[in-house]
Structure formats: C-alpha cells, structure tokens
C-alpha cells in the first residue's frame, strides 16, 4: 500500500473517522489495526516480525525497570537478548545472501546467486533501530518502561512512519499517544496535516517519479551513453531521492499530525550545506542521530584521539552503509562519506583558521568561500549518490569513467550539454535556488498561514499532480531499505 494511492487515502480518512469517534482505549487499538491493515497489504505472514520484536523489547524494559543498578549482570543480559534478536532478524532477513555470495566468491565456489528464498520485509531496517532504542534508553535510565503493551505495539507499528521512519524514540512518541488519545479533533491538526500531505504528494510524483523515469533509463546501461547523459541522469537522481525520501517524510508527518502525534523533521535543505558534517545533521536526521548517540558516540566519539577518532568515524559509517542495503557499493557510500566526514573535521577547521575572520566574513571574499564550499561539498554528496544508485562496482566505474572523459573534453573543444541537458541543468539550478530562498524566508510556511494563499497554493498542488503526475512511477526508494 502506498502513500500516493487511493488505498492508503482510504485507510487514512477511514482511520481518522473512527479514531475521533472513540474514545481513550479504542483510538490505540483503532491505530494499532490501521497500521496491522497497512503492512498486511504489502505482506501479511511478516507482520509477525513486528509482534516478536514488539514482545521482546517490551519484556526486556519491563525486566530492565524491575531488576535495579546492583543486579547488572541481569540488565545487560536483558539488553544482550534484545540486541540478539533484533540484530538477528535483521543479519538473516537483509545480509544472509549477501554474506553467502560474498563467502561463495571467497571460496572460489562458482558463480553465486540468492542462496535463500528470502523476502525483505518492509521496512525491517527503521522498526528494529526503533525498538532497540527504547531499549537501550531504558537501560541507561534515560526513559521510564511503559507498562502498555497497546501503547508500545502502536509505538513499533505506527502506520505513518512504520515502512521508512522517521525512527522515532520513545521519549517522544510515547507520552503524544496518550496526549492524542485523550485530546478533542482539532482543526488546525487536519489542515496543517493535510497540507503536508499534499506538498509530499507533489514532490513524489511530479519532481521524482519524473527524475526516476529518466535516472532508470540511463542507469539500465550506462555504457551505451555519453557521459553528459550520465551526469544529467546523476543529478536527476540528486534530485530524486532527496523529493522521494523527504516526500514520504512530509506525508508521514502529515498523517500522523491528523491524529494529533507531530514526527520529528527528517530532513532540512541538505544540499544547502556548506560542509559534509552539516550535511549529516540535515539528512535523514533521525538515522544520523541514531548512529550518533547508539554507535559512534558509546565508541568513544572524537574524545580520544585522532586515531580513535577515525576508527569511531569509520565504523560508523560503514555501519550506516551497510544499513541502507547489502551490497558493496552501500558499504563504499559510508565509507566514503566517512572519509569527508575525517577530512572535515582535520583538514577544514585549519583551512578556517587560515583564513582571517573565516567564512563568516561579509566581503566578497568570504562570499565566494562560502560559495566555493557550497559547490564542493554539493558535488562530492553527489558523486557518492553515483556510488548508491549503481548497480555494481562495475557500473560505477562505467559512469564516473564517461562523465570524467566528456567534461575533460569540453577543455580541449569536445561537446558540451546538448539543448535539453542545458535545460535541465537550469531546472537544477532554479530548484536549489527557490530552496535557498525559501530556506531563509520561510516563503512556504508564510503561505500556508494565510488561508486565501493556502487554499490557492494547494489548489495548484493538485491541478499541477493532476496535469503531470505519474501514475505509474515507481515505489519510494527507501522502501527497499
């Protein structure tokens, strides 16, 4: 069931209904079989994955909260089990081929293949982060363990934000269900919800059903095009994931708001950003801050050393890579970004002190700085999204081979972009420009204040997804994760 059809609609008016018609105990269970109904459409024998995974963190906080400080032993053998088992469903249902091929290729033992008949299930990858984090905070100490199973289950389960997050904690989900079951329909939750909905609809299938359409065609076989149909097709795909991911962000956030429960943002201008680690904090916020705080953090963070410091750096990131998917080329992504990340950090804070006053400053020259820094930081993020999007180490090869030759070639009179290459550059362009606008202006959220200018912005929304929409376009990216 996806965002953008009429069964999710259905399910989310229908859902809406019935939950503001009931009351406290009845609004949890009529979420909980909203989102049972939700998953059951993509896969309905997985949904017991949710429930085992529900059941063991649940029992491993209410442990956690009955067995005190002097009885350790117990805690982190609680936390052991939980980590096991999430980890576990995780290891087989996403890495187990991989691991085989990668130990049949090892082993010289012919060509591999899928070993196991095994299906993905959606979203496996955002609800165990999910329910290993309330664990792991119970046991810190940082939250209470729920005694509501109902309370926990809808926590795990919440349809909106169940296939691709945002992950949320339980320190701020859990106490807005209760908040929600008890609280009165509210107007402004519908409109601003609905609004939100319907501006990730927008971005989905009128910016990055069209970009994925021309990304698919050029990345089916890159060899048989130039390299300036590659790169068009790799900041197509820039722009893609980034609408792709964060419209399912917005229409998360959007149905959840309906209900009176606010999401965490996911995202915030990434490829506005001056410099990777700034990147970082504007990206899929929710798994970025995840990695902080339950891996690169514990490991010691850049509190001890440089060397540690780059160990930390680098197993977290290869960790992050692998998290989006198993193959070589995901795993080179964080890598990759975990070296920025190092280089940052080193190489940038001298580069600043160098510079009198640092980027901060209003001359031209600390205007082009920051415009320089832009433009590089931007294509680096970019070049690994060639990384993410290949099929193979060979195919990546293939593109960042063609691209390199034909710029090359442009300085020693070789062809340049043709009409509608150059056109849509300057789509790329005026869409980063009206996001640096609206970044400092707000333009879209002053719009939305006013109900004249809201109704009319919405209205182009719809006749814009109407006229050029994709009906067909393909699934969210990250629902493969």
């Known amino acids: 069931m996806e965002f953008n059809s009429l069964e999710y609609v259905l399910l989310l008016v229908v859902a809406s209904l019935l939950f503001f018609g009931a009351g406290y105990r009845a609004r949890l269970i009529i979420l909980i079989a909203a989102s049972l109904i939700f998953y059951a459409a993509w896969n309905v024998p997985l949904v017991s994955l949710i429930v085992i995974s529900a059941v063991i963190d649940f029992t491993a906080g209410r442990l956690l909260g009955r067995y005190g400080s002097e009885q350790a032993r117990k805690r982190k053998a609680v936390l052991a089990v939980s980590l096991i088992v999430n980890l576990g469903l995780l290891a087989y249902f996403k890495y187990a081929n991989f691991f085989l091929d990668n130990l049949h290729a090892a082993l010289d033992l012919g060509p591999?293949?899928?070993?196991?008949?095994?299906?993905?299930?959606?979203?496996?990858?955002?609800?165990?982060?999910?329910?290993?984090?309330?664990?792991?905070?119970?046991?810190?100490?940082?939250?209470?363990?729920?005694?509501?199973?109902?309370?926990?289950?809808?926590?795990?389960?919440?349809?909106?934000?169940?296939?691709?997050?945002?992950?949320?904690?339980?320190?701020?989900?859990?106490?807005?269900?209760?908040?929600?079951?008890?609280?009165?329909?509210?107007?402004?939750?519908?409109?601003?919800?609905?609004?939100?909905?319907?501006?990730?609809?927008?971005?989905?299938?009128?910016?990055?059903?069209?970009?994925?359409?021309?990304?698919?065609?050029?990345?089916?076989?890159?060899?048989?095009?130039?390299?300036?149909?590659?790169?068009?097709?790799?900041?197509?795909?820039?722009?893609?994931?980034?609408?792709?991911?964060?419209?399912?962000?917005?229409?998360?956030?959007?149905?959840?708001?309906?209900?009176?429960?606010?999401?965490?943002?996911?995202?915030?201008?990434?490829?506005?950003?001056?410099?990777?680690?700034?990147?970082?904090?504007?990206?899929?916020?929710?798994?970025?801050?995840?990695?902080?705080?339950?891996?690169?953090?514990?490991?010691?963070?850049?509190?001890?050393?440089?060397?540690?410091?780059?160990?930390?750096?680098?197993?977290?990131?290869?960790?992050?890579?692998?998290?989006?998917?198993?193959?070589?080329?995901?795993?080179?992504?964080?890598?990759?970004?975990?070296?920025?990340?190092?280089?940052?950090?080193?190489?940038?804070?001298?580069?600043?002190?160098?510079?009198?006053?640092?980027?901060?400053?209003?001359?031209?020259?600390?205007?082009?700085?920051?415009?320089?820094?832009?433009?590089?930081?931007?294509?680096?993020?970019?070049?690994?999204?060639?990384?993410?999007?290949?099929?193979?180490?060979?195919?990546?090869v293939i593109v960042v081979r063609s691209i390199a030759h034909d710029l090359a070639g442009v300085f020693v009179g070789g062809p340049g972009p043709s009409h509608e290459q150059a056109l849509f550059l300057l789509g790329l362009a005026a869409f980063l420009g009206i996001s640096a606008v609206e970044r400092r202006y707000r333009i879209i959220d002053r719009i939305w204040a006013s109900p004249i200018a809201a109704v009319v912005f919405a209205t182009a929304l719809i006749v814009a997804m109407m006229l050029l929409g994709l009906r067909d376009g393909p699934a969210f990216i990250y629902f493969q994760f």
């Open 112 to 396: 591999g293949g899928d070993f196991l008949d095994i299906v993905l299930p959606p979203g496996i990858s955002f609800y165990t982060f999910q329910t290993m984090s309330y664990t792991i905070d119970v046991y810190r100490g940082k939250i209470r363990p729920t005694s509501s199973f109902l309370r926990f289950f809808l926590y795990v389960s919440f349809f909106p934000q169940l296939i691709a997050g945002p992950i949320e904690r339980a320190g701020h989900l859990l106490v807005q269900f209760d908040q929600a079951a008890n609280r009165r329909f509210e107007v402004d939750n519908l409109v601003s919800g609905a609004q939100m909905i319907v501006f990730g609809m927008f971005k989905k299938v009128v910016i990055a059903d069209h970009c994925g359409r021309l990304v698919d065609q050029v990345y089916a076989d890159p060899s048989v095009y130039d390299g300036w149909s590659a790169l068009i097709a790799t900041y197509a795909f820039t722009l893609q994931i980034y609408c792709d991911f964060s419209a399912y962000s917005e229409i998360a956030r959007g149905s959840a708001r309906i209900f009176g429960v606010d999401l965490m943002r996911n995202f915030d201008q990434p490829y506005l950003t001056s410099n990777i680690s700034d990147f970082w904090r504007r990206w899929h916020i929710s798994l970025s801050n995840w990695f902080r705080d339950y891996v690169y953090i514990p490991l010691g963070g850049n509190r001890k050393g440089k060397t540690r410091t780059l160990a930390n750096l680098t197993i977290t990131m290869f960790l992050s890579g692998l998290w989006h998917g198993a193959a070589w080329t995901f795993v080179l992504w964080g890598l990759f970004h975990g070296v920025l990340l190092l280089l940052h950090a080193q190489v940038g804070q001298r580069l600043r002190e160098r510079m009198p006053g640092g980027w901060s400053r209003n001359d031209y020259v600390g205007q082009l700085a920051r415009l320089g820094s832009w433009f590089l930081c931007f294509h680096l993020v970019v070049f690994g999204w060639i990384l993410f999007r290949a099929k193979g180490l060979e195919q990546f």
